[in-house]
């Protein structure tokens, strides 16, 4: 699905990710932890295309293809799905409107027709309960006045709806009450199949209570200093980030 | 990351006009220049009564003595008033009894804008006094119409059917002497569409006009008058496209609208004339009084503007609130792209008591255009209780481009509340990586937004224009934004 070799980023000529490789198979969960400041969300935003990095070495392959010199929107197409940490407001665009706009533009790509309205809805109507969202959550603009909960919940429910191979979730957990958070997992691991991926960003273990990760990394000042299973997690909640930082 | 946007706004504005073709058809013409001869010939050429004339030729000779107003902030070479031809008419050989006997030219040309008058008729169940160049060439749904007794017509045929409305209203709202374009308009206007609603009828269908200007370095002077009488109710749509034009022509209409006692005039532009090239040469010169009297209690008249066309745009629709409790709105959305310049706003006059205004005006500027918004609220002594509640937003697309705001408030009544609230932002680099990776490009996203930020205003069109506003927005970004 995703395999990363030797990836060197910097912005405005610091380095920041200092040779990173990450190998992601599909029907697999990664979590992606480490403390603030050490480049989880810049792994990201690269991987997702955003400028404004330069990318010094190294590549990324998704799904077999070198994908460093596509564009976000191709990226997104080609089925890759960026939950942010910092979920964007867009006043007056309908969360409908947008989710319809993004998936026709993903249809047209793949050289489909704009989905049918009634099929649109119901999918809509499906994934509103998945999600237990708000009826009226639809109709409101994009993050506009949102909670910090609802922001997250929004970006899951983007996710379900656009259906991607790999999932980037930068966070999701922080900003969220533990029913918020139960309902963000729930929806996570009922999207979860044998032919996608998700990784998990998360400086918490809170999280992979709920979502179960096959993988835990640890990222540290722009290096992946530990792999491991599940416990790795654990150990971390339990010996603290200094434990990595006299380890490394 | 902000060059790169710079770049894609710069690719997106630099599209051609879309609508940018011409018709050929047979024209009839006037000499070129002005003079009390020029305005007699018009005169005599729509066969007016001497009561009309007269009103023409006061209004000329007033109008020599004005000079252009500087005030507003837009720049322009003089405009030479005696190399425009100030009268051109489709020629036709007899009255027009059915859209087969249209010139199919002209009925092409509809097609090309999707407004042909047949779809209309058929789909939208709108009756449409189309006008092109100067002449009224079809009238639809009239029947309909006269059976409720609303009078739909051309400014014309309102003149020689309807003396006694015309001469009760005409200049009642803008004078002739009202202002340099007003006394210009009043002279030499050609044609345009007359409304009369009577008494407690509430008009059964949208009433719209589609102007365009089509001959080559032919002035444009539109005139418009509206009245609601006690309890009627309208909502008149004014839309239009132009041809692809290299000489700026000057465009300077006048929209009176009366409305009485308890009635309510609902009054939506999509104005989408050809701004010029890239380079800001051509484009129509763009200079209309539009003013509406809520002269009864109860009243209510609101304004609702996209402008994304026009080389230069002045405009000022207006409301006096005369009788008390009455309401003016006014809702814009003004684009600007390349080196477009608009100067456009409201002006709400406060005389009655009770009296209530809204102005919410959003200004998108894009390349290296000027977008100003200019609006002016008065409350006089003894209006009590005035209310007035504006809002205006600026959009930047890009680094070159400007927003300006000149709100004048002038309120002579301690018991007035007035509001005004402004704010500057700009598309950002968040918003539009946030969409791109949805998948949506940059000018989608682009379209999405400035859809998404001119929302409050279109929510107040008519269904049917606002889906073709949205659609105008996108396009005018296109070429400059997405
Ligand atoms: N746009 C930027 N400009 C300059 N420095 C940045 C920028 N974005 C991130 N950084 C720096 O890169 C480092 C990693 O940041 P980030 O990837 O956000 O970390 P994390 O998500 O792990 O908290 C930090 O030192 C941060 O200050
Ligand atoms: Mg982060």
Known sequence: MLSIRNLKVSIKGKEILKGINLEVKAGEVHAIMGPNGTGKSTLAYVIAGREGYEVTEGEIIFKGRNILDLSPEERACEGLFLGFQYPVEIPGVSITNFLRTAINEQRKYKGLDPVPAVEFLAKMEEKKQLLELQEKLASRSVNEGFSGGEKKKNEIFQMAMLEPSLAILDETDSGLDIDALRIVATGVNKLRRPDNATIVITHYQRLLEYIIPDVVHVLFDGRIVKSGGKELALLLEEKGYEWIRSES | ???????????????????????????????????????????????????????????????????????????????????????????????????????????????????????????????????????????????????????????????????????????????????????????????????????????????????????????????????ADEGAYVSYMEGCTAPMRDE????????????????????????????????????????VTKRGICKGSHSKISWTQVETGSAITWKYPSVVLMGDNSIGEFYSVAVTNNFQQADTGSKMIHLGKNTKSTIISKGISAGQSNNSYRGLVKVIKRAENARNFSQCDSLLLGDKCGAHTFPYIKAENHTSIIEHEATTSKISDDQLFYCKQRGISSESAIGLIVNGYAKEVLMHLPMEFAVEAQKLLAISLEGSVG
């Not at chain 2, 001869?37 to 007033?62: C, G």
């Not at chain 2, 009894?97 to 779809?119: C, Q, R």
């Not at chain 2, 059964?204 to 002077?221: C, D, K």
């Not at chain 2, 009485?260 to 040469?281: C, F, H, I, L, R």
Request: hydrophobic fraction near 35%; include cysteine.
């Open chain 2, 1 to 227: 990351m902000e060059k790169n946007q710079n770049n894609i706004l710069e690719e997106v504005t630099t599209s051609d006009y879309k609508y940018g073709f011409h018709t050929d058809i047979e024209m009839d013409l006037a000499a070129v220049g002005l003079s009390e001869d020029t305005v007699r010939f018009i005169s005599a050429k729509k066969n007016e009564p001497e009561w009309m004339l007269e009103f023409r030729l006061q209004s000329y000779r007033h109008w020599l003595t004005l000079t252009e107003p500087t005030w507003a902030h837009i720049h322009h070479q003089a405009i030479k008033y005696q190399d425009i031809i100030y009268y051109a008419a489709p020629k036709r050989k007899k009255e027009l009894t059915s859209l087969d006997e249209v010139d199919p030219e002209l009925l092409e040309t509809f097609k090309k804008l999707g407004i042909s008058l047949d779809e209309q008729k058929k789909l939208s169940g709108v009756a449409v006094d189309a006008v092109i160049d100067s002449v009224s060439v079809k009238t639809t749904f009239t029947d309909t119409l006269s059976k409720y007794g609303v009078i739909f017509c051309s400014f014309s045929d309102a003149v020689q059917n309807h003396p006694d409305l015309v001469k009760q209203y005409m200049g009642s709202v803008v004078p002739s002497h009202d202002n340099f374009f007003a006394a210009l308009n009043s002279a030499v206007f050609s044609d345009g569409s007359f409304c009369y609603i009577p008494k407690g009828v509430r008009c059964p269908v949208e009433l719209s006009t589609y102007f365009r200007i089509n001959a080559a370095n032919t002035g444009q002077f539109e005139r418009t008058l509206i009245i």
């Open chain 2, 248 to 287: 700026n022509q000057l465009h300077a209409a006048i929209v009176e609208i009366v409305a009485m006692k308890d009635a309510e005039v609902k009054y939506s532009t999509v104005q989408n004339w050809y701004p010029g090239n890239k380079k800001g040469e051509g484009g129509i010169y763009n200079f």
